[in-house]
């Protein structure tokens, strides 16, 4: 189980806008570690899509962003579109486990 | 372009040793700042970091399987190879290998990824 707690799923209609948050402790987010967001499409690798917290990279749209807080991190996708439906991971860095984690996964679904 | 590429076994028996080559394309491991990581992910579920290595020859383990990596790299060939020991069929994978951008250690190209079953 990921020290990087996300929920299992959210959903949302064409153009509305959706958070998915990504809970860590003092030994992860909390310490100030970066949070990196990615998008896996079904059945393809991971995109990156928010690095070092709030950073889009070069072609992805500003509809995604990314904020951190304490012990935790969101990405936010505003005008939501079918494309968009996918798995979201979150990344970041423990000290405690001395490794790189991923989040626990959150599935996206457009109504 | 920036492009990876994942080879190895499809279907490993288990307590074999695991061999995947990731191919690396439009960059090079020796450049400043380059890292390669490995990264899985079992059917249905999560991702999970495996282990990396970086332009300087630093390299870093998942501690919960650090017994079992190796990770290397062969900058002539642009080649990084992991290998996995002790195979399991809780193993079972798709094995990504990803460029890691030193510094912030964001991950922003990857390959297509290799499922690798572990079966009798």
Redesign the interface.
């Known amino acids: 189980q990921s020290v990087l707690t996300q929920p299992p799923s959210v959903s949302g209609a064409p153009g509305q806008r959706v958070t998915i948050s990504c809970t860590g402790s003092s030994s992860n987010i909390g310490a100030g570690y970066n949070v990196h967001w990615y998008q896996q499409l079904p059945g393809t690798a991971p995109k990156l899509l928010i690095y070092a917290n709030t950073n889009r990279p070069s072609g992805v749209p500003d509809r995604f962003s990314g904020s951190k807080s304490g012990t935790s991190a969101s990405l936010a996708i505003t005008g939501l579109q079918a494309e968009d439906e996918a798995d979201y991971y979150c990344q970041s860095y423990d000290s405690s486990l001395s490794s790189y984690v991923f989040g626990t996964g959150t599935k996206l679904t457009v109504l | 372009q920036v492009t990876l590429r994942e080879s190895g076994p499809a279907l490993v028996r288990p307590t074999q040793t695991l061999t995947l080559t990731c191919t690396l394309s439009g960059f090079s491991l020796s450049t400043f700042g380059m890292c390669v990581?490995w990264?899985r992910q079992p059917p249905g579920k999560?991702?999970?970091?495996l282990a990396?290595i970086d332009w300087d020859d630093e390299r870093?383990?998942?501690?919960?399987l650090k017994t079992r990596l190796t990770i290397s790299k062969d900058t002539s060939k642009n080649q990084v190879v992991l290998k996995m020991t002790n195979m399991d069929p809780a193993d079972t994978a798709t094995y990504?290998c990803?460029r890691t951008r030193g510094g912030?250690?964001?991950?922003?190209f990857?390959?297509?990824?290799t499922l690798v079953t572990v079966s009798s």
């Open positions: 990581s990264i999560a991702l999970e970091w990396r870093y383990y998942t501690t919960s990504f990803a912030t250690y964001y991950t922003d990857w390959g297509q990824g």
